[in-house]
């Protein structure tokens, strides 16, 4: 299957008993058993669900993958990944990642003894370079929240297994989605998503979710799920599967609307500077183009005000966009890193890589292209 029938189709198939087109939602904790051992497939809803499978077989099929797992966060999905690990091993990671993982590295797994070294990824030899005996995992965002740097996956994923096979790579995928950049054709190891974003799409639920292809890694990480707990609900597995149904088409317009809108603000006299991979004067351009289809729905921007007084008056008077937290739903969204998703990073270290008071971070939304920019016109005018 291509890619646009996989999200309807690929890993799945109509319900056995009644023939539903759609899986339902087994909203149910345990299964009956004719004997001790002996059920359907199901014992426990912690161990699997017949809605989250449904769920988990589709993450597979869309990522080229075969095993996929649902969790109660992406949060929740990334903290499985680390207790892959032991006391003393390494993780080189970005030096722009999002807030709530880098407060998951510092202050919760560098607690228990895991090492974290911070590059920037975008240059394949500073991961590398910065790679020791300690050394198990690399973690890449791409492109990266919210400064939209791109690393490349196939370089880095070859590099790094030529110095140590064992040393796994891992992707966040969120800001691409498989619509855009599949990491294991490119030879990542695992893929995590927000599927509370671009996959659930509708902003309905709260959901992560891993994809592997290797069955060593993938029973291992199904440990990890069932004896941690980390689960996602039945319902939401069923609105996350609804969400995956239309993410092809529903991205095409991200793209789309994506473009307009970077392009309006890189010539707006208001605007210092926009973040978006799509430009052919972004500096990893080049890479964005050879390991993507096209180039997302997330934009960042500075003002040449650069007071946080001067970013809070846009972020308070745009009517169409609206200021949350989170992305990749139908409906715009604004977002100030410093105050926002990226506030449980220090002051020092956002400044080193240049989240300042006036950078702004926008979802774009699938809605009508000039109501978008008229609303971003008359909020920069104020």
Same mark, same amino acid.
């Given at each position: 299957?291509?890619?646009?029938?996989?999200?309807?189709?690929?890993?799945?198939?109509?319900?056995?008993?009644?023939?539903?087109?759609?899986?339902?939602?087994?909203?149910?904790?345990?299964?009956?058993?004719?004997?001790?051992?002996?059920?359907?497939?199901?014992?426990?809803?912690?161990?699997?669900?017949?809605?989250?499978?449904?769920?988990?077989?589709?993450? +597979?099929?869309?990522?080229? *993958?075969? &095993?996929?797992?649902?969790?109660?966060?992406? %949060?929740?999905?990334? $903290? @499985?990944? /680390?207790?892959?690990?032991?006391?003393?091993?390494?993780?080189?990671?970005?030096?722009?990642?999002?807030?709530?993982?880098?407060?998951?590295?510092?202050?919760?797994?560098?607690?228990?003894?895991?090492?974290?070294?911070?590059?920037?990824?975008?240059?394949?030899?500073?991961?590398?370079?910065?790679?020791?005996?300690?050394?198990?995992?690399?973690?890449?965002?791409?492109?990266?929240?919210?400064?939209?740097?791109?690393?490349?996956?196939?370089?880095?994923?070859?590099?790094?297994?030529?110095?140590?096979?064992?040393?796994?790579?891992?992707?966040?995928?969120?800001?691409?989605?498989?619509?855009?950049?599949?990491?294991?054709?490119?030879?990542?190891?695992?893929?995590?998503?927000? +599927?509370?974003?671009?996959? *659930?799409? &509708?902003?309905?639920?709260?959901?992560?979710? %891993?994809?592997?292809? $290797? @069955?060593? /890694?993938?029973?291992?990480?199904?440990?990890?799920?069932?004896?941690?707990?980390?689960?996602?609900?039945?319902?939401?597995?069923?609105?996350?599967?609804?969400?995956?149904?239309?993410?092809?088409?529903?991205?095409?317009?991200?793209?789309?609307?994506?473009?307009?809108?970077?392009?309006?603000?890189?010539?707006?006299?208001?605007?210092?500077?926009?973040?978006?991979?799509?430009?052919?004067?972004?500096?990893?351009?080049?890479?964005?183009?050879?390991?993507?289809?096209?180039?997302?729905?997330?934009?960042?921007?500075?003002?040449?005000?650069?007071?946080?007084?001067?970013?809070?008056?846009?972020?308070?008077?745009?009517?169409?966009?609206?200021?949350?937290?989170?992305?990749?739903?139908?409906?715009?969204?604004?977002?100030?890193?410093?105050?926002?998703?990226?506030?449980?990073?220090?002051?020092?270290?956002?400044?080193?890589?240049?989240?300042?008071?006036?950078?702004?971070?926008?979802?774009?939304?699938?809605?009508?292209?000039?109501?978008?920019?008229?609303?971003?016109?008359?909020?920069?005018?104020?």
């Amino acid at each position: 299957m291509k890619f646009n029938t996989k999200t309807i189709h690929g890993g799945q198939k109509h319900e056995e008993a009644t023939g539903s087109v759609m899986p339902p939602i087994f909203q149910t904790s345990t299964y009956a058993q004719a004997s001790p051992g002996a059920h359907k497939g199901y014992a426990y809803s912690r161990g699997s669900n017949p809605t989250r499978t449904a769920l988990e077989n589709a993450l +597979a099929s869309i990522e080229n *993958g075969t &095993h996929g797992f649902a969790f109660a966060s992406g %949060l929740a999905a990334i $903290d @499985a990944i /680390l207790r892959l690990l032991q006391p003393g091993d390494e993780v080189i990671t970005g030096d722009d990642i999002y807030g709530g993982t880098y407060r998951m590295f510092t202050q919760l797994f560098q607690k228990y003894g895991l090492q974290f070294t911070y590059v920037d990824t975008d240059v394949v030899a500073n991961i590398t370079d910065a790679i020791s005996e300690n050394t198990k995992l690399i973690w890449l965002e791409t492109p990266t929240n919210p400064l939209m740097k791109i690393a490349d996956i196939e370089e880095i994923s070859s590099s790094v297994k030529a110095i140590n096979p064992d040393i796994l790579v891992a992707v966040d995928n969120t800001f691409a989605t498989p619509y855009l950049q599949r990491p294991l054709d490119l030879g990542a190891d695992i893929i995590m998503h927000s +599927a509370t974003k671009y996959l *659930g799409g &509708h902003s309905d639920l709260i959901m992560g979710a %891993l994809i592997v292809k $290797d @069955a060593q /890694l993938a029973k291992e990480l199904h440990f990890i799920q069932f004896a941690v707990g980390a689960i996602a609900g039945p319902m939401d597995s069923f609105l996350a599967l609804r969400g995956i149904k239309t993410l092809h088409v529903r991205m095409q317009r991200h793209c789309e609307n994506g473009k307009a809108v970077a392009n309006f603000l890189v010539d707006h006299p208001k605007v210092a500077h926009v973040y978006f991979p799509g430009f052919e004067s972004h500096p990893n351009h080049e890479v964005a183009k050879k390991q993507m289809d096209d180039f997302g729905g997330m934009v960042s921007f500075k003002l040449k005000d650069e007071s946080k007084i001067a970013a809070f008056k846009f972020l308070e008077n745009t009517k169409v966009f609206t200021l949350a937290e989170s992305l990749g739903g139908v409906e715009s969204l604004t977002n100030h890193p410093v105050s926002m998703s990226h506030a449980s990073i220090p002051e020092e270290e956002r400044l080193k890589i240049g989240i300042t008071d006036s950078l702004i971070r926008l979802s774009i939304g699938i809605e009508d292209i000039d109501d978008l920019i008229k609303d971003l016109e008359q909020a920069l005018n104020l």
